[in-house]
């Protein structure tokens, strides 16, 4: 199989966009997967160091200098992966080449778009220079410690992240005068004085600092000219190279096979599947922002993780049992979304810019308990108003009782309001205890009002009853004698006081009450049923 790409420029070469045309191949990939890319200027050697590491030919492998097609532009990867053992796993590792940078007709965005997604991806990175470091070449590198600064740190304390590439410093040509090329690297990495605080130059020494971050996370590398005629190097073959490039390229492919381990991304090595899913999160985090950045690729990458603990809280939320107080409600609010930032604090991306999406999760969970607490609104309006709406029945019930009764009466409202007071539960309580007291009031003047009317009537009826029963039916003279003082009683002083009213206040009405209340009403005997 040949190269081909898996990422392409769009039309205006600003942002990245899938290649289809090889990415089923890598999917179909059940081992773990490594990557080794290779970065650089344009018209650096790239293609012609991989083709090297390879052990293939310029016309075997990838396309170098004027061969290669103008189309082919973006990232490129070789189609075959070599399989490796790597810690007793078999390993596919594919090689990948990346379009040079500061090349004509493209942005620097561009160049930082295609630096970063190599960056991201890769197991080892290969950043390939043709002379020596520029400053250019360290500000660039920018991106790949904030990456380290972000993710590095939570790998080594054994949190879920990604593991940033390995970076090799690889030299090309004879420019180091004399220096190994890890005094070269230390010399290009050391603070530059900066006597006048210019901010660019301090800006370029916090990222010489933060290199230092990445420590045993990278390495360097020289390796000699292959040939002085380097425009005829794809029609040499080895023994036309010079012998000290044949054996330092050898130690290089040696130093990249012992360094390569495979693509680590929340705590687990990546299929080919996983692996183009990886790809394509990628891509939408460095397309996203006008520049790509770290911050874009954490929101990219926190995206499913905040989901999942938005889920987590809504779930645990949909348990409850509405309505409850508002301070159940609260007290249940605050477990959920304890659990949901814990079990978002274990798995996030990021140290720093995760806090956005901290904050992202915070402003989702509200919206989510606004509704809950709407929800129980609703629930609480809808249960208290059914138990005023039942008590408001009882006592329109008790209003018209056959036999006038207050204890029965006073019996069913103080059931009534106690099953209120228990049941009704939520923030409409207060609303309807106010509505509730009001209507049980107005429902007992009203009963009380009618009650002694009522009351006078039966007895009234009760004695000539009496009378009838006492005569004609049990025939005892003291019964029919009781009953005609009754009658007697209740008719001659409301005629001697005008009014039945002035009964109410006498002693002996008192009594005549009492005794009816006993006899009508009792938690054993209900006349009234």
Known sequence: MTDFPIVEPDPGHTKLRLSEEGLEAIERITNPIASVAVIGPYRSGKSFLLNQLLSLSCYEGFGVGHMRDTKTKGIWIWGTPIDLEIDGVKTS??????????????????????FALATVISSVLIYNLPETIREADISRLSFAVELAEEFYGRVKGQDVAFEPAKLLWLIQRDFLQGKSVQQMVDEALRQVPNTDRDKNIDMINQIRDSLAIMGDNSTAFSLPQPHLQRTKLCDLKDGDLDPSYVKKRDKLKELVSSIIRPKIVQGKSLNGKEFVAFLKQILEALNKGEIPSTGSLVEIFNKDILERCLKLYSEKMATLDLPLT??????SHVRARGEAMHAFDQQHFGRHHAKKSVTQLDEEIDKVFKNVVLQNEYKSSKLCEALYTKCEDIMDQLQVLKLPSMAKFNAGLEKCNHTFEHDCVGPSKVNYEGRMKKMLGKSKSLFIKEYNHRLFNWLVTFSLVTVVIGRFIIKFILIEIAGWLLFIFLETYTRLFWSAESLYYNPVWHFIVTSWETLVYSPILDLDR
């Open 93 to 114: 590792v594919f090689y990948i080449d990346t379009e040079g940078f500061e090349s004509i007709g493209k942005s620097n965005v561009y160049d930082d778009r295609i």
């Open 326 to 331: 508002e301070e159940s409600l609260q007290s």
